[in-house]
Protein backbone atom coordinates (compact mmCIF):
# COMPACT_ATOMS: atom_id res chain seq x y z
CA UNK A 1 0.00 0.00 0.00
CA UNK A 2 1.49 3.23 -1.07
CA UNK A 3 0.41 6.55 0.73
CA UNK A 4 1.99 8.63 -2.40
CA UNK A 5 0.39 9.65 -5.55
CA UNK A 6 3.16 10.38 -7.75
CA UNK A 7 6.17 7.98 -9.22
CA UNK A 8 8.96 9.73 -8.12
CA UNK A 9 7.65 10.33 -4.43
CA UNK A 10 6.29 6.24 -4.70
CA UNK A 11 10.10 5.18 -5.56
CA UNK A 12 11.12 7.08 -2.32
CA UNK A 13 8.55 5.22 -0.05
CA UNK A 14 9.43 1.84 -1.57
CA UNK A 15 13.07 2.33 -1.15
CA UNK A 16 12.08 2.94 2.60
CA UNK A 17 9.91 0.03 3.08
CA UNK A 18 12.34 -2.13 1.49
CA UNK A 19 14.11 -5.13 3.47
CA UNK A 20 17.32 -4.38 5.13
CA UNK A 21 20.61 -6.13 2.98
CA UNK A 22 17.93 -7.04 0.23
CA UNK A 23 19.40 -4.15 -2.32
CA UNK A 24 16.83 -3.98 -5.26
CA UNK A 25 19.29 -4.43 -8.59
CA UNK A 26 18.76 -1.28 -9.91
CA UNK A 27 20.66 0.39 -6.72
CA UNK A 28 24.52 1.74 -6.74
CA UNK A 29 25.53 3.55 -9.16
CA UNK A 30 24.38 5.62 -11.72
CA UNK A 31 24.71 4.74 -14.92
CA UNK A 32 23.28 6.28 -18.52
CA UNK A 33 21.98 4.10 -21.29
CA UNK A 34 20.63 0.60 -20.87
CA UNK A 35 23.31 -1.42 -21.02
CA UNK A 36 22.45 -5.04 -20.12
CA UNK A 37 24.41 -8.39 -19.70
CA UNK A 38 23.37 -11.17 -21.65
CA UNK A 39 24.43 -14.87 -20.79
CA UNK A 40 26.80 -15.08 -23.81
CA UNK A 41 28.85 -12.36 -22.12
CA UNK A 42 28.72 -14.27 -18.61
CA UNK A 43 30.10 -17.08 -20.18
CA UNK A 44 33.11 -18.66 -17.58
CA UNK A 45 35.25 -19.54 -20.48
CA UNK A 46 35.33 -15.89 -21.21
CA UNK A 47 36.79 -14.64 -18.13
CA UNK A 48 40.49 -13.82 -16.89
CA UNK A 49 40.26 -15.81 -13.62
CA UNK A 50 39.05 -19.09 -16.04
CA UNK A 51 41.80 -21.77 -15.78
CA UNK A 52 40.47 -24.42 -18.11
CA UNK A 53 38.64 -27.24 -17.90
CA UNK A 54 41.20 -28.72 -14.89
CA UNK A 55 41.24 -25.61 -12.83
CA UNK A 56 38.30 -24.27 -13.22
CA UNK A 57 37.82 -20.76 -11.70
CA UNK A 58 41.07 -19.28 -10.07
CA UNK A 59 39.30 -17.03 -7.55
CA UNK A 60 37.75 -18.26 -4.22
CA UNK A 61 34.42 -16.02 -5.29
CA UNK A 62 33.52 -15.56 -8.87
CA UNK A 63 34.15 -11.69 -9.62
CA UNK A 64 30.68 -11.80 -12.05
CA UNK A 65 28.34 -13.66 -9.77
CA UNK A 66 26.08 -10.86 -9.36
CA UNK A 67 25.73 -10.66 -13.37
CA UNK A 68 25.45 -14.27 -13.89
CA UNK A 69 22.58 -15.00 -11.72
CA UNK A 70 21.15 -12.29 -12.91
CA UNK A 71 20.79 -13.19 -16.18
CA UNK A 72 20.38 -16.55 -15.26
CA UNK A 73 23.63 -18.86 -16.05
CA UNK A 74 24.24 -19.29 -12.02
CA UNK A 75 23.89 -22.84 -10.46
CA UNK A 76 21.04 -23.08 -7.70
CA UNK A 77 23.83 -23.58 -5.42
CA UNK A 78 25.81 -20.02 -6.42
CA UNK A 79 22.26 -18.00 -6.34
CA UNK A 80 21.19 -19.69 -3.02
CA UNK A 81 24.95 -19.27 -1.31
CA UNK A 82 24.83 -15.79 -2.50
CA UNK A 83 21.14 -14.83 -1.37
CA UNK A 84 21.94 -16.32 2.14
CA UNK A 85 25.43 -15.60 2.46
CA UNK A 86 24.74 -13.12 5.83
CA UNK A 87 22.71 -15.41 7.53
CA UNK A 88 24.52 -17.38 10.05
CA UNK A 89 21.36 -19.30 11.98
CA UNK A 90 22.47 -23.18 11.85
CA UNK A 91 19.34 -24.86 11.86
CA UNK A 92 18.51 -22.18 8.96
CA UNK A 93 21.69 -23.19 7.28
CA UNK A 94 21.00 -26.64 7.43
CA UNK A 95 17.60 -26.96 5.64
CA UNK A 96 19.22 -24.64 3.02
CA UNK A 97 22.02 -27.31 2.33
CA UNK A 98 19.74 -30.13 2.39
CA UNK A 99 17.36 -28.04 0.06
CA UNK A 100 20.25 -27.30 -2.12
CA UNK A 101 21.52 -30.94 -2.33
CA UNK A 102 17.79 -32.17 -2.63
CA UNK A 103 17.39 -29.79 -5.55
CA UNK A 104 20.68 -31.15 -7.50
CA UNK A 105 18.20 -34.11 -8.59
CA UNK A 106 14.90 -32.58 -8.93
CA UNK A 107 15.07 -29.17 -9.27
CA UNK A 108 12.14 -27.00 -7.76
CA UNK A 109 11.50 -23.48 -9.62
CA UNK A 110 8.13 -23.85 -9.21
CA UNK A 111 5.71 -25.65 -7.29
CA UNK A 112 3.73 -27.55 -10.22
CA UNK A 113 2.66 -26.35 -13.60
CA UNK A 114 -0.35 -24.62 -12.15
CA UNK A 115 1.92 -22.32 -10.04
CA UNK A 116 4.06 -21.63 -13.21
CA UNK A 117 0.89 -20.92 -15.75
CA UNK A 118 -0.56 -18.62 -12.72
CA UNK A 119 2.93 -16.40 -12.33
CA UNK A 120 3.91 -16.22 -16.17
CA UNK A 121 0.10 -14.77 -16.31
CA UNK A 122 0.90 -12.42 -13.58
CA UNK A 123 3.91 -11.33 -15.23
CA UNK A 124 2.14 -10.39 -17.86
CA UNK A 125 -0.78 -8.88 -16.14
CA UNK A 126 2.05 -6.17 -14.59
CA UNK A 127 3.81 -5.62 -17.23
CA UNK A 128 7.62 -5.42 -18.47
CA UNK A 129 8.30 -2.25 -16.38
CA UNK A 130 7.03 -3.49 -13.32
CA UNK A 131 9.23 -6.80 -13.92
CA UNK A 132 12.07 -4.78 -12.65
CA UNK A 133 10.47 -4.45 -9.28
CA UNK A 134 11.76 -7.13 -7.38
CA UNK A 135 9.92 -6.52 -4.50
CA UNK A 136 6.88 -6.98 -6.19
CA UNK A 137 7.83 -10.11 -8.40
CA UNK A 138 8.93 -11.88 -5.39
CA UNK A 139 5.75 -11.70 -3.49
CA UNK A 140 3.96 -12.22 -6.77
CA UNK A 141 5.91 -16.03 -7.15
CA UNK A 142 4.63 -16.81 -3.84
CA UNK A 143 1.24 -15.85 -3.98
CA UNK A 144 0.70 -17.57 -7.25
CA UNK A 145 2.19 -20.42 -5.58
CA UNK A 146 -1.72 -21.55 -4.07
CA UNK A 147 -4.38 -21.58 -6.62
CA UNK A 148 -6.64 -20.79 -3.50
CA UNK A 149 -4.82 -18.05 -2.34
CA UNK A 150 -3.79 -15.90 -5.77
CA UNK A 151 -8.03 -16.21 -6.61
CA UNK A 152 -8.33 -13.63 -3.26
CA UNK A 153 -5.38 -12.00 -4.13
CA UNK A 154 -4.95 -11.09 -7.78
CA UNK A 155 -7.56 -8.40 -7.40
CA UNK A 156 -5.82 -6.34 -5.34
CA UNK A 157 -2.57 -6.36 -7.65
CA UNK A 158 -3.09 -2.91 -9.31
CA UNK A 159 -1.46 0.87 -9.57
CA UNK A 160 1.84 -1.14 -10.18
CA UNK A 161 1.99 -2.93 -6.60
CA UNK A 162 0.09 -5.13 -4.19
CA UNK A 163 -2.39 -3.49 -1.98
CA UNK A 164 -1.64 -5.64 0.74
CA UNK A 165 -3.65 -3.57 3.23
CA UNK A 166 -7.28 -4.68 1.62
CA UNK A 167 -5.75 -7.88 1.26
CA UNK A 168 -7.43 -10.41 4.04
CA UNK A 169 -7.09 -13.71 2.98
CA UNK A 170 -9.46 -16.49 4.26
CA UNK A 171 -9.47 -20.09 4.62
CA UNK A 172 -5.77 -20.30 4.64
CA UNK A 173 -4.38 -23.81 5.38
CA UNK A 174 -0.67 -24.39 7.23
CA UNK A 175 1.19 -24.48 4.07
CA UNK A 176 -0.63 -20.86 2.53
CA UNK A 177 -0.59 -18.76 5.32
CA UNK A 178 3.41 -18.85 5.38
CA UNK A 179 3.11 -17.89 1.63
CA UNK A 180 1.15 -14.62 2.00
CA UNK A 181 3.05 -13.89 5.09
CA UNK A 182 6.58 -14.43 3.70
CA UNK A 183 4.64 -12.20 0.68
CA UNK A 184 3.84 -9.59 2.30
CA UNK A 185 7.52 -9.84 4.32
CA UNK A 186 9.34 -9.88 1.11
CA UNK A 187 7.43 -7.12 -0.80
CA UNK A 188 6.74 -4.24 2.68
CA UNK A 189 9.56 -4.82 4.89
CA UNK A 190 7.60 -6.20 7.53
CA UNK A 191 8.53 -9.44 9.77
CA UNK A 192 5.90 -11.65 10.10
CA UNK A 193 8.30 -14.98 9.19
CA UNK A 194 11.50 -14.66 11.03
CA UNK A 195 14.23 -16.77 10.86
CA UNK A 196 13.57 -19.14 13.30
CA UNK A 197 10.63 -19.74 11.39
CA UNK A 198 12.14 -21.01 8.28
CA UNK A 199 14.55 -23.30 10.27
CA UNK A 200 11.58 -24.91 11.81
CA UNK A 201 10.70 -28.02 9.63
CA UNK A 202 7.76 -28.59 12.16
CA UNK A 203 6.13 -25.09 11.26
CA UNK A 204 7.83 -24.63 7.91
CA UNK A 205 7.00 -27.56 5.57
CA UNK A 206 10.39 -28.45 3.21
CA UNK A 207 8.26 -27.51 -0.78
CA UNK A 208 7.46 -24.09 1.40
CA UNK A 209 10.91 -23.30 2.59
CA UNK A 210 12.24 -24.06 -0.84
CA UNK A 211 10.06 -21.37 -2.27
CA UNK A 212 10.43 -18.91 0.14
CA UNK A 213 14.31 -19.00 -0.51
CA UNK A 214 13.54 -19.28 -4.16
CA UNK A 215 11.29 -15.95 -3.36
CA UNK A 216 14.00 -14.14 -1.37
CA UNK A 217 16.72 -14.75 -4.09
CA UNK A 218 14.39 -13.28 -6.45
CA UNK A 219 14.09 -10.37 -3.73
CA UNK A 220 17.76 -9.62 -4.77
CA UNK A 221 18.53 -10.31 -7.99
CA UNK A 222 15.24 -10.32 -10.00
CA UNK A 223 13.96 -13.33 -12.67
CA UNK A 224 17.27 -14.46 -13.52
CA UNK A 225 17.34 -15.61 -9.91
CA UNK A 226 15.00 -18.99 -10.11
CA UNK A 227 16.28 -19.31 -13.41
CA UNK A 228 19.17 -22.32 -12.68
CA UNK A 229 21.43 -24.12 -14.80
CA UNK A 230 22.78 -27.59 -13.84
CA UNK A 231 26.24 -26.49 -12.89
CA UNK A 232 28.67 -23.40 -13.57
CA UNK A 233 31.01 -23.92 -16.53
CA UNK A 234 34.50 -25.62 -15.51
Known sequence: ????????DR?????????????ARSSGIVVTGKFEYTAKMCDCRLCEHYGGKLRGCKVPRCVCLEERIAVGVASLKEVMQETMSEIKHSGFNRRLRKYIKESEVIPMTFL??????????ALDRIGKYDRKNCALVAALYLLTADFRLWNQARRYVENHGISFGKLRPKNCSEY?????????????????????????NKLINAKTFALICNAMAIRKYGLGAIQFTDEPKT
Open 11 to 23: SIEWMMKGVPNFY
Open 1 to 8: MYFTENRY
Open 176 to 200: SYPLYCAAKDLYLGTRHITINDLAD
Open 112 to 121: SEQHRLSFNA
